[in-house]
């Protein structure tokens, strides 16, 4: 019995990082299809035909919110992996019902990983995440301080509470 190979299709509009990532997935044993922009996007994307979808927020003359909108209404239980450099997007991706936010820098292991999480997760609690229930975003975020980008995977970031003087604390 043969395994079929899953299907990935990475959306970003620099070359060398569509390149890139199509290298190590087919070397990993996925089948890679690329768009470099949301037209070609909706154009290689079909409903049972692509099984995770890698997509960049910076995409030109449509947004990556507008792709993934586009995606998701066709074909709501495929998993979605943001890769983006632009800074506070989490919230959004949240409110999406995005499997995954991973900021640029991308480390390889962490992409791979995440990747086959997002696989191996029940179409349910991938319907469960664009209802409304973040319980199973992954967040991936970048930080530099010692000159030295560390991928620091969360759940979600920590929830701040209430005090009774209407501040917040952690």
């Known amino acids: 019995m043969t395994l079929l190979k899953k299907r990935i299709l990475v959306i970003d509009d620099d070359l060398a990082v569509r390149e890139s990532i199509k290298k190590v997935l087919n070397t990993t044993g996925y089948e890679v299809m690329t768009a470099a922009d949301g037209q070609e996007a909706a154009e290689r994307f079909a409903p049972g035909r692509v ?17 993934f909108e586009a995606l998701t209404t066709q074909h709501p239980s495929v998993p979605i992996i943001i890769v983006t450099g632009m800074p506070n997007q989490y919230p959004t991706a949240v409110a999406a019902g995005v499997g995954a936010l991973i900021e640029k820098p991308i480390e390889v292991a962490t992409l791979l990983k995440t990747m086959e999480a997002l696989l191996a997760e029940p179409e349910e609690a991938r319907l469960r995440r664009l209802c409304g229930y973040p319980e199973n975003t992954v967040y991936v975020r970048t930080r530099q301080g010692d000159g030295k980008t560390r991928a620091l995977p969360t759940r979600r970031p920590p929830r701040r509470e209430r005090t009774a003087s209407g501040g917040s604390r952690r």
């Open 51 to 67: 099984d995770l979808v890698v997509l960049d927020l910076n995409l030109p003359a449509r947004s990556g919110w507008d792709v």
